[in-house]
Each structure stands twice: as C-alpha cells, then as structure tokens.
Nanobody, 115 residues
Framework: QVQLVESGGGLVQPGGSLRLSCAAS????????MGWFRQVPGKERELVAE???????NYAAFVKGRFTISRDMGKNTVSLQMNSLKPEDTAVYYC?????????WGQGTQVTVLG
C-alpha cells in the first residue's frame, strides 16, 4: 500500500508563490510518473503537471511558465513550485503516483489565491 503525504498549501495574494511537496512511502512497484492534479467543487479533477520516470514533464496549458515540477526518484518525492498565482488557481491540489499497481492519491491540500 502506498501513502502520499502532501504539504505546502495555504492562502496567498495574487501574484504570490507557494511550494507544494509530496512524499510517497510504502510498497511502491514500478512507477510510471508522479504529479499533481487539482479540483474545484463541481468540476473534474484535472492534471496540473507530472514528471514521468524518464524525466519528461507534462504541464497543463494553464500553468506553463508559472509552475515548475520537480521530482526526486530516489526519495519518491515530488514538488510543485507555483509562481504568479491567480485566483483561478484556487483548488484542492492532489499528489498522484502512477505505477503498475495503479494510481494512488494524497489527501489533498488547499490552495487559495485571494481575488
């Protein structure tokens, strides 16, 4: 079983920055990618950014140039540096680990950008 623990959410002014971190522990088999998703009430969860095992990154169009994802495969951690935050970035952000055994999720961390 995999546990994902997130930290770093909070309240910020527009234009501000936050850094989210996630650490995975437990029995982890053959990962494919780690990343971040977000969800607002009434909408589907959406990809924000991910890092695949080969090091390639994938960003949603709405965060390109503002967010940077990084991953330490040896420590099974992933971080998301969020700059130039906008009110529309307000959401619950979820850490995700995708592996051959399936997809695991963290409990979510709230990011609120005042607007």
């Amino acid at each position: 079983q995999v546990q994902l623990v997130e930290s770093g959410g909070g309240l910020v002014q527009p234009g501000g920055s936050l850094r989210l971190s996630c650490a995975a522990s437990g029995t982890i088999f053959s990962t494919n990618a780690m990343g971040w998703f977000r969800q607002v009430p009434g909408k589907e969860r959406e990809l924000v950014a991910e890092v695949r095992d080969d090091g390639t990154t994938n960003y949603a169009a709405f965060v390109k140039g503002r967010f940077t994802i990084s991953r330490d495969m040896g420590k099974n951690t992933v971080s998301l540096q969020m700059n130039s935050l906008k009110p529309e970035d307000t959401a619950v952000y979820y850490c995700n680990l995708d592996s051959l055994s399936g997809s695991d999720w963290g409990q979510g961390t709230q990011v609120t950008v005042l607007g």
